[in-house]
C-alpha cells in the first residue's frame, strides 16, 4: 500500500456549485462555498488556502501552486441531497431513489397516532423546525405536560425530543427504537430517526445535549468500502455521526462528537497516537447543522476559519506515508430561500507528503472515487455493483 493511514474528513454542506440538475430540486444557482465569500467576506483559511480550495472558487481565496495535493470537483450520481445519500455514495453506494421527507406537511397522523400507542406518550409539534427554535416554542410545555416534542427538517428524518429530567434519555431511546420500527413501513420510511436530549429550566436557557444524540438510521442498502475493509481486518474508525449514518456497518471502532471542534481533537489524537493503518472517516457537523441550515453565512465563514486552524495542526503531525482527504457530502447554500441542503458539487482536496507533482485535476462522476481510491490503496477490489473509479493520480 502506498499509504497507511487515511484521513476522510466531510465538511458537512461545504458545497461548491450547483448539480447540472440543481432545477429538479430547486436549486439553481446555488453554490456554498461561493455565497459564503460573497456574503459574509473573504475566508481566513491559509492552510485551506495551501492547500489548493482557491481552485473551487473565483473569489476570496489566492489561487496557488500546490504541488503536495490533488484538487477536483465532485459530482453526485446519486438522486438526493442529503446526509446519507452523500456518505453512502462515498462508499460506493448509488441511490436512485431520494429518501422521503415531511417538511411541508409533517408526519401523518396515521404514523403519530400509532407511536403514542405504542410508546404510551403524546406528542406535540410534528413540523419542520430547527431543534433550538422547537424548545423555544414547545419545551415548556413539555415538561408541564411530560408530551415529546416531534419534529422534522429538510432531511428525511423523524425527531424526538425530551428533557433528561421528564424523560431519562435511556426512555427515550427506547421510543424512538419503536419509531424506527415504525418508520420502517413505506408510507412513513425516513432515512433516520434521532433521539434529541435537552437540559434547562425554561425556553430561556434550554440546551440540547448534542453528546447524548442518538441516530438509529437504516442499514445501507448495499455492500460499501466499508465493509470490504472491515471483511480484510482493516481499521474502519469513524468520527462524529459517521457510525450513525452507517448504522454501525463496516465500522470497526466508532467515536461520537459534541461539535466540530471535538470532532477535530479526536482526529488529532487518532492521528497523533493511533498507529493502525486504515480508513479513518470524520463527519463535522456544524458547518451544516448551525450555519447552512440556519442560513447564517457569516458564522459559517467564522466555522470554517476555526477548523482551518485545527486543519493546520493536523497537517503538522501527519506522516510522511498519511493521505488526508478533504471533501463535503452536499451543498447548504446559506443563501438560498428556506433551510433545506442544496444539489451542489463537492470539493475534494488530497494531501500527503508523498505527493510531489500535485495540482488540478479533471470534474469526476461520482464521490464514490474516494471509497474506490481507498479500495485501491489497501490492494481490494469494490464489487460489481458498487460505483466508484480509483483516482489514479494518487498513486
Same mark, same amino acid.
Given at each position: 500500500m502506498k499509504y497507511k493511514r487515511i484521513f476522510v474528513i466531510v465538511m458537512d454542506s461545504l458545497g461548491v456549485g450547483e448539480m447540472t440538475d440543481a432545477a429538479v430540486f430547486? *436549486?439553481? =444557482?446555488?453554490?456554498?462555498?461561493?455565497?459564503?465569500?460573497?456574503?459574509?467576506?473573504?475566508? %481566513?483559511?491559509? !492552510?485551506?488556502?495551501?492547500?489548493? #480550495?482557491? +481552485?473551487?472558487v473565483d473569489i476570496g481565496f489566492k489561487k496557488v501552486n500546490h504541488p503536495n495535493s490533488f484538487t477536483c470537483v465532485l459530482k453526485e450520481t446519486s438522486k438526493g441531497k442529503d446526509t446519507m445519500t452523500g456518505h453512502w455514495e462515498m462508499m460506493g453506494i448509488n441511490t436512485t431513489k431520494p429518501f422521503q421527507t415531511f417538511t411541508d406537511t409533517g408526519f401523518? $397522523?396515521?404514523? /403519530? *397516532?400509532?407511536?403514542?400507542?405504542? !410508546?404510551?406518550?403524546?406528542?406535540?409539534?410534528?413540523?419542520?423546525?430547527?431543534?433550538?427554535? &422547537?424548545l423555544e416554542v414547545l419545551g415548556e410545555q413539555h415538561m408541564r405536560d411530560k408530551s415529546l416534542i416531534l419534529y422534522t427538517s429538510s432531511d428525511s428524518v423523524l425527531q424526538i425530543a425530551a428533557h433528561e429530567e421528564i424523560v431519562p434519555v435511556k426512555e427515550l431511546y427506547r421510543i424512538c427504537e419503536i419509531a424506527r420500527e415504525i418508520c420502517m413501513k413505506p408510507d412513513y420510511f425516513v432515512g433516520r430517526i434521532i433521539a434529541?436530549?435537552? /437540559?434547562?429550566?425554561?425556553?430561556?436557557?434550554?440546551?440540547?445535549?448534542?453528546? +447524548?444524540?442518538?441516530?438509529?438510521? /437504516?442499514?445501507?442498502? =448495499? &455492500?460499501t468500502a466499508l465493509d470490504i475493509l472491515k471483511e480484510n481486518k482493516i481499521l474502519t474508525l469513524? /468520527?462524529?455521526? #459517521?457510525?450513525?449514518?452507517?448504522? $454501525? $456497518?463496516?465500522? !470497526?471502532?466508532? &467515536? @461520537?462528537? @459534541? %461539535?466540530?471542534?471535538?470532532?477535530?481533537n479526536i482526529t488529532i489524537n487518532e492521528l497523533k497516537i493511533n498507529p493502525c493503518n486504515g480508513l479513518y472517516f470524520v463527519n463535522l457537523v456544524e458547518f451544516d447543522s448551525e450555519y447552512g441550515h440556519r442560513r447564517n453565512a457569516p458564522g459559517y465563514k467564522k466555522c470554517i476559519e476555526d477548523f482551518d486552524k485545527q486543519l493546520n495542526i493536523f497537517v503538522n503531525n501527519m506522516k510522511d506515508d498519511d493521505l488526508l482527504i478533504l471533501t463535503a457530502d452536499h451543498g447548504n447554500d446559506p443563501t438560498m430561500p428556506g433551510s433545506d441542503h442544496t444539489r451542489e458539487t463537492v470539493p475534494f482536496i488530497a494531501f500527503s507528503p508523498l505527493i510531489n507533482d500535485g495540482r488540478n485535476l479533471m470534474t469526476r462522476e461520482s464521490?464514490? +472515487? #474516494?471509497?474506490?481510491?481507498?479500495?485501491?490503496?489497501?490492494?481490494?477490489?469494490?464489487?460489481? !455493483?458498487?460505483?466508484? %473509479?480509483? #483516482?489514479?493520480?494518487?498513486?
Open positions: 430547486h *436549486d439553481q =444557482g446555488s453554490n456554498t462555498l461561493k455565497h459564503i465569500i460573497e456574503k459574509a467576506g473573504p475566508i %481566513n483559511a491559509p !492552510t485551506l488556502e495551501k492547500l489548493g #480550495i482557491g +481552485d473551487f401523518p $397522523q396515521s404514523l /403519530v *397516532d400509532e407511536l403514542s400507542k405504542k !410508546t404510551g406518550y403524546k406528542f406535540i409539534g410534528n413540523y419542520a423546525s430547527s431543534g433550538t427554535k &422547537i434529541r436530549p435537552f /437540559v434547562g429550566k425554561d425556553k430561556h436557557n434550554f440546551k440540547r445535549v448534542t453528546a +447524548d444524540r442518538h441516530d438509529i438510521a /437504516v442499514s445501507p442498502s =448495499g &455492500i469513524g /468520527v462524529g455521526k #459517521i457510525g450513525d449514518i452507517f448504522n $454501525q $456497518q463496516g465500522i !470497526t471502532k466508532s &467515536i @461520537k462528537s @459534541k %461539535n466540530n471542534e471535538d470532532g477535530m464521490f464514490a +472515487d #474516494i471509497g474506490a481510491s481507498v479500495l485501491y490503496n489497501f490492494k481490494l477490489n469494490k464489487k460489481p !455493483t458498487m460505483l466508484g %473509479n480509483y #483516482i489514479k493520480e494518487l498513486f
